[in-house]
């Protein structure tokens, strides 16, 4: 083992250093970590026709790898990138015989092993239990799997973890991502343990700065943002999004009967970051929608959380998911959310989320949309109260600065907040520390209502320096 690496070094196996949800997780993570003591290392996936070779080594597939988005935070924070061929369903001797050839290559270097791919995991994590790795754990990120031919071997492959004795512990983001992986058997006899996909609370704090810095670089200052956040995947279901989007516009279109007359003569907008195989057919989606030129394509962004603050509303309409960071990090950032209700109800911490079925029609979606913005369903209040609400909503939009009672210019201080709550329970949350609604909570205003947020989203479970509090301890002493 190479010197100047840290005492404790955790391998981490995934698809590749993309920005999906896991890698942007994993990144967090990594981040707060205590980098002196914890190290983490990434073994990815990558095409081995470049070399020539049916099981080539790292070494060979590294030299050909084209670097992937966080390859460079990896290496700044320490990390070291190694690759496997990509798994592709006939390769199967191939494949196990790179990663025994990988752990010949490294022995003793890894105190623990953990498989976020879990498509494989029940083929890498017994080489690296038998080449003497200490702790070997499968983490499931996603309750669901494509349609087709690969959703039917995802599920063939992950057949074995069903069983105990394949790991020596197994992660969920969720009940429900449990239950995908491990089967019911595992999870409701406590051998699966639930850990929140954590983020970093602070940095999605709602920040008017941002929000008109990132409206103005968009060319939406005076614009209404309706905000999705996700891969242009199977699972991110884009053409309902852009369907109810399409409804959406109609509807203040052709609002006759002015129900919404507080919107008319705004313009309206879909901001959707993210990249991915179907992106391209989603624009053609919305050409023939004829709603593209009111859709921003924004891809992947360094600084996504600054486009949340961009954003009036989010709306979440996946077919399935682990646990979602996206809605996770809207709901940090003061936003209304939408969502589907096959998305995992962890996701629905605060008074922000409402969930509805992908199976209604996307207008009804669209008038819930619309209803929330002019706030029918929340208040009812007498006239002048809800008129006092409504204005306050929109002078948030249109970009101008706030003043309220709640209002503070500092993000809160969760130092304070972490003090006497323990991060060994960070998955029971603590009731009597969280606070009632009534203290600091109003919806439409995001700067007023954020320390409310933040503190109910951080007592569950959602803080990631609390997370890694909890993770190093876990990798130091091998048990929670």
């Not at 798994?87 to 191939?94: A, D, W, Y």
């Not at 646990?323 to 209304?336: D, F, H, R, T």
Request: proline letters at 4%; hydrophobic letters at 35%; charged letters at 25%.
């Amino acid at each position: 083992m190479e010197e100047g690496y840290g005492q404790i070094r955790v391998l981490h196996v995934l698809g590749g250093l993309g920005v999906g949800g896991a890698e942007c997780r994993i990144i967090d993570l990594y981040r707060n970590m205590d980098r002196d003591k914890i190290q983490f290392d990434f073994l990815v996936h990558y095409s081995p026709e470049k070399t020539g070779k049916k099981s080539p080594t790292s070494d060979e597939l590294m030299a050909v790898r084209e670097p992937d988005y966080f390859d460079n935070s990896v290496k700044k924070l320490g990390g070291r990138i190694f690759c496997l061929p990509k798994f592709v369903g006939t390769n199967v001797v191939e494949y196990k015989r790179a990663i025994k050839q990988f752990f010949k290559e490294h022995p003793n270097e890894w105190k623990v092993v953990q498989g976020h791919m879990t498509s494989t995991a029940a083929l890498y994590l017994p080489i690296a239990k038998k080449a003497g790795v200490p702790i070997c754990i499968a983490h499931a990120r996603s309750a669901g799997v494509d349609q087709g031919i690969k959703g039917i071997a995802t599920r063939f492959l992950r057949t074995p973890l069903h069983k105990e004795g394949i790991t020596d512990y197994n992660f969920a983001c969720s009940k429900e991502a449990g239950i995908s992986v491990f089967g019911d058997t595992l999870v409701n006899a406590g051998n699966v343990r639930i850990i929140p996909n954590a983020i970093d609370l602070r940095k999605f704090a709602y920040n008017e700065e941002k929000r008109n810095a990132i409206r103005a670089e968009l060319g939406i200052s005076n614009a209404l943002v309706i905000g999705h956040v996700g891969s242009f995947r199977y699972a991110k279901n884009h053409e309902f999004l852009l369907e109810v989007f399409a409804a959406l516009c109609r509807m203040l279109d052709n609002d006759d009967n002015n129900r919404f007359s507080m919107l008319h003569g705004m313009r309206i907008r879909l901001l959707m970051l993210g990249k991915g195989p179907l992106m391209e057919e989603m624009k053609k989606k919305a050409e023939s929608l004829h709603i593209y030129d009111r859709c921003i394509f924004a891809g992947n962004k360094s600084n996504a959380s600054d486009y949340y603050q961009a954003m009036d509303y989010f709306c979440f309409p996946s077919r399935y998911e682990g646990l979602p960071g996206s809605v996770i990090e809207a709901q940090a950032s003061g936003l209304q959310c939408l969502v589907s209700d096959a998305v995992t109800p962890e996701v629905d911490v605060t008074e922000l989320v409402s969930m509805r079925s992908i199976k209604s029609e996307p207008r009804d979606w669209a008038r819930k949309i619309l209803d929330d913005l002019m706030l029918h369903e929340d208040y009812h209040s007498d006239p002048l109260s809800e008129e006092m609400k409504l204005n306050q909503t929109f002078t948030a939009i249109a970009g101008e600065r706030r003043e309220s009672v709640f209002e503070t210019e500092e993000t809160p201080d969760f130092d304070s907040l972490d003090e006497g709550t323990g991060f060994e329970k960070l998955n029971v949350a603590d009731s009597s520390k969280q606070p009632k609604k009534s203290e600091g909570f109003s919806i439409g205003d995001r700067q007023g209502s954020s320390a409310y947020i933040l503190s109910k989203l951080k007592h569950a479970g959602f803080d990631v320096k609390s997370q890694a509090k909890m993770m190093a301890y876990f990798y130091e002493r091998g048990h929670f």
